[in-house]
């Protein structure tokens, strides 16, 4: 295994942008739409130093705003090419009608998300707010912790969206992620992932054999076309397991749709999401040889929403402490995934008590001495119902 | 005076570097290379800079971290148990703070030794200075120190090997310029010296 590792990848010192930016060249794009000012960020810019240096064959297509890049994007796609774009906060927010458009036309376009801070006031710093906006959109969307998963996800993204005809969000933390240098095994050898996601025949726009798409659907056919997108998202949760299996089977690397750490005789588990999985495991380890008794999960998959794997998390669990970066104003527990958890819960009568808490907003430092300060304060149950906003100045 | 070297063993906890400069000066760049230096050398490393808007002048603050193991946290450097400073004109407060007991300070300086110790007032420290200057502007024709500190810390603290850093450097910088950094970082190398 060793000697095969080593006879396929080169272990390179990247930041995350930089991962997603050999991720979109090893999964071989056709087509990269990209409003190349701020917020974009150098994923880009290192993808058009691959088209210069010939390591990469597409076409980058600068547009005047992220409405214009997901539509390059949308038509694209349309037209047959393995289509790429990144954004970031308010590119995201930009581009949102045309997110729809993108999922409802079933076009199979992978977008990298450096998650956020939205404005006012103008942030430019880290948090979940702007991708938590996108999760009515019917995007597949996956929420990575390190470069290297960053990297794998891109390509897993292809496999998923090219089988079940839905576009494909893969995020990390802006910043703390997308500015970070760290190890990343990328491939060595030209076309590592031509079989993991092989060129498909699929029906596109041809003058010489002409269809439409994107029609007027009046309200006989609406529904039912939006049901198949329900469908759709339901086939894309086996996909997104097989498309993890068969990536570790063949390279090595595996992440399951939600990671434990040990869960396995905890009292508390911190169940979140994207980089500061990091912090927590190293805070859990602090714990752990402290003698408490906690554990922490992150969700991998947002959407669709890994019920099996939760609902298997939440029996082992004895209580859990949810971490987001993000909020829903006006919900008294406001946390994102805390509120699909708990509505998860009482669909599947799971009744396990669930903390909330909002950490990391317009990335508000979040250390080990805080996870650990949430977890006594978890434990010891007196927390309240609703939503804690962990640090805030009243 | 014979260089002490292998200062400080690395533990298997990682070793946590905070450098200080001012904008235009590299330390970000720098930070990056040690990282990528140390994951050439089969390490784990993370490299970040402060995060905020850039202006040239201002005082940059970056961070590394190197371990012989995966780095698990994405918290920020609170406690470094290196500093490196660029600029000697930050306040020492800024770079002290933070600084572990027991740990060390590389600074670009041409001041000696008790001026350097007055100023910096923390007998448990080790103090490491080199003239980054004064090589910048011998072999860059300007005052950019960021990689003669680089080639200066890995003597003090071996995180990487020189040979790594120079590959670093020269993934960073044109060819151009990158030869002249490599020869900044191997002067500094040499000439790096530690007080205490």
Same mark, same amino acid.
């Given at each position: 295994m060793e000697t095969i590792a080593k006879s396929i990848w080169k272990r390179l010192p990247l930041s995350s942008n930089y991962a997603v930016a050999y991720a979109a060249r090893d999964s071989d794009v056709d087509e990269i739409a990209a409003?190349?000012?701020?917020?974009?960020?150098?994923v880009v810019e290192k993808l058009s130093e691959f088209i210069a240096n010939g390591e990469l064959l597409a076409e980058m297509v600068h547009v005047e705003s992220e409405h214009s890049a997901m539509s390059a994007s949308i038509g694209a796609s349309a037209a047959g090419a393995r289509a790429f774009t990144a954004t970031s906060s308010q590119g995201l927010e930009l581009m949102h009608e045309l997110l729809h458009i993108a999922s409802g036309m079933r076009l199979p376009i992978v977008m990298s998300v450096a998650a956020r801070a939205l404005s006012?006031?103008?942030?430019i710093w880290g948090d979940y707010s702007d991708v938590m906006?996108?999760?009515?959109?019917s995007w597949i969307t996956i929420i990575a912790s390190s470069a290297q998963e960053v990297y794998d996800s891109i390509v897993q993204a292809y496999r998923i969206a090219e089988s079940v005809m839905l576009p494909v969000m893969v995020a990390y933390d802006g910043f703390?992620?997308?500015h970070t240098y760290e190890p990343v095994f990328v491939s060595e050898?030209?076309?590592? =992932?031509r079989d993991y996601i092989p060129r498909k025949g699929r029906v596109v726009l041809d003058t010489k054999k002409p269809v439409t798409m994107g029609a007027v659907a009046n309200p006989d056919w609406y529904y039912e076309t939006k049901y198949q997108q329900v469908k759709a998202m339901s086939d894309a949760y086996g996909l997104s397991v097989e498309a993890d299996q068969t990536f570790s089977k063949l390279y090595g690397r595996g992440y399951g749709l939600v990671e434990e750490y040990?869960?396995?005789?905890?009292?508390l588990v911190i169940l979140t999401y994207g980089g500061i999985f990091g912090t927590v495991k190293q805070a859990v380890d602090e714990m752990r040889e402290q003698g408490i008794p906690v554990g922490a999960a992150r969700v991998r998959? =947002?959407?669709? =929403?890994p019920l099996n794997e939760l609902r298997s998390l939440l029996l082992k669990s004895k209580a859990v402490a949810v971490l987001d970066r993000s909020f829903s104003n006006g919900?008294?527990?406001?946390?994102p995934l805390a509120v699909e958890l708990k509505s998860m819960m009482n669909s599947y009568n799971i009744n396990v008590p669930v903390y909330s808490y909002i950490v990391?907003?317009?990335?508000r430092t979040v250390t080990e001495a805080d996870i650990s300060k949430i977890a006594s304060q978890a434990l010891s149950s007196k927390v309240s119902n609703e939503s804690i906003y962990w640090g805030v100045r009243e | 005076m014979p260089l002490r070297t292998i200062i400080r063993p690395i533990l298997h906890t990682s070793f946590e570097l905070r450098w200080h400069g001012r904008g235009g000066q590299g330390a970000v760049t720098a930070a990056i290379i040690v990282a990528e230096a140390a994951i050439f050398d089969e390490k784990y490393a993370q490299a970040f800079p402060e995060f905020g808007a850039e202006r040239r002048g201002a005082p940059v603050k970056a961070y590394t971290r190197v371990s012989e193991q995966q780095i698990l946290t994405r918290s920020? *450097?609170?406690?470094?148990d290196m500093v490196v400073v660029?600029?000697?004109? *930050?306040?020492e407060k800024i770079y002290l703070?933070?600084?572990?007991?027991g740990g060390t300070i590389l600074i670009n300086s041409s001041k000696g030794k008790s001026e350097l110790k007055e100023k910096i007032e923390r007998e448990d420290v080790m103090i490491a200075k080199v003239d980054a200057t004064h090589i910048a502007m011998d072999?860059?024709?300007?005052? *950019?120190?960021n990689t003669a500190m680089v080639g200066a810390l890995i003597k003090v603290?071996?995180?990487?090997k020189l040979d790594s850093v120079s590959e670093a450097i020269r993934e960073n910088f044109k060819p151009k310029i990158a030869e002249a950094n490599v020869k900044a970082a191997g002067r500094a190398y040499n000439e790096v010296e530690v007080l205490n």
């Open positions: 409003y190349p000012i701020t917020p974009q960020t150098t006012a006031p103008l942030s906006n996108t999760r009515d959109t703390m992620m997308s050898k030209a076309g590592l =992932f040990n869960v396995d005789n905890s009292e998959l =947002f959407r669709p =929403f919900l008294p527990v406001s946390g990391g907003l317009g990335q | 920020p *450097i609170i406690a470094p660029l600029d000697t004109s *930050i306040d703070d933070g600084l572990k007991v072999e860059l024709g300007a005052a *950019i120190v603290t071996p995180l990487a």
